[in-house]
């Protein structure tokens, strides 16, 4: 490494992680290769005709789509999130005030992260839990709890014992971070009551949550399950979801609905970091959506 950036290379650069995700795709991208270790879609069902016919919006509306758009996410797809996920979510949140649009949940994560975590604080995750995330919790200086999962998901009646625990060891627990459908990597799907009993102690104990859900809406068989958010009545809990698996992982499109206090929070950090998910996707993956092909 070269002295005049080793010398001058920050804490963070220094300690920085690389995602392990992207490390395996210069691994799988090898010829004859087949591998089920990273969650990318088979491109052969990619709806490329069915995302194609949205192009004319291009046409109709390239003075507004090539400039700038807001920080908050293009609001014609933001509407169309709000109602579509009502039924999950328990109540249709406000598009303006309650809901933005990220570059992929990957984004989502790190933007809460920059909202909530100082160095040496402690996030409660399920063990094991998506590396990913993980990465991007600890490249902003988190620590973990993890906690057990069986089928049924995380073992929500161990939370009890580990948060008194660790407060009395000193530990600042900032959020409990969960995948509740199939789960990564364990695949499990959490129970509905223990989607009631996390939420209870999360109002016990003061601790928001965090509700990872790239893969709910890819269900083959059974009914759907209520999410975290929809027990909630305090407005801890926040809901990330993303269109990597139900259209495509090169839309980079996700969503994020919480509180307008944490949404307003991760605005400002988007702003710093970001400016906007590019308008153009976000046109294209509405036109998708209207045209009625997401169902």
Not at 64 to 81: A, R, W
Not at 181 to 199: C, E, Q
Request: net charge negative.
């Amino acid at each position: 490494m070269s002295k005049i950036w080793e010398a001058n290379f920050s804490y963070n650069a220094v300690n920085v992680r690389p995602s392990p995700i992207r490390e395996m795709l210069s691994v799988i991208k090898q010829p004859g290769m087949i591998s089920f270790a990273g969650g990318m879609p088979a491109p052969e069902i990619f709806p490329i005709d069915e995302f194609y016919e949205g192009v004319h919006i291009l046409k109709d509306d390239g003075k507004n789509l090539l400039q700038y758009g807001t920080t908050e996410g293009y609001l014609p797809l933001k509407e169309f999130l709000a109602e579509w996920t009502a039924p999950r979510m328990g109540r249709a949140v406000s598009p303006t005030e309650e809901m933005i649009i990220t570059t992929g949940s990957q984004q989502a994560l790190d933007l809460f992260s920059w909202a909530m975590v100082d160095r040496g604080d402690y996030v409660i995750t399920e063990d094991p839990s998506y590396l990913a995330a993980l990465t991007t919790f600890y490249n902003h200086g988190a620590r973990f709890i993890g906690i057990p999962t069986d089928r049924n998901g995380m073992q929500v009646d161990l939370l009890p014992e580990a948060i008194e625990r660790a407060r009395k060891e000193g530990k600042n627990i900032k959020f409990i971070y969960t995948i509740v459908n199939f789960h990564n990597p364990g695949g499990s799907t959490m129970s509905i009551a223990r989607r009631k009993k996390l939420v209870e102690f999360s109002h016990k104990y003061n601790i928001p949550i965090f509700e990872d859900d790239p893969y709910g809406y890819v269900r083959y068989d059974g009914e759907h399950l209520p999410s975290i958010f929809s027990f909630d009545s305090q407005g801890g809990v926040v809901y990330a979801g993303s269109f990597s698996k139900i259209l495509s992982p090169g839309s980079r499109v996700g969503w994020v609905a919480g509180s307008k206090d944490i949404i307003r929070k991760m605005t400002v950090f988007k702003q710093a970091t970001a400016l906007c998910t590019s308008t153009i996707t976000q046109a294209l993956v509405a036109e998708y959506c209207r045209n009625g092909y997401l169902d």
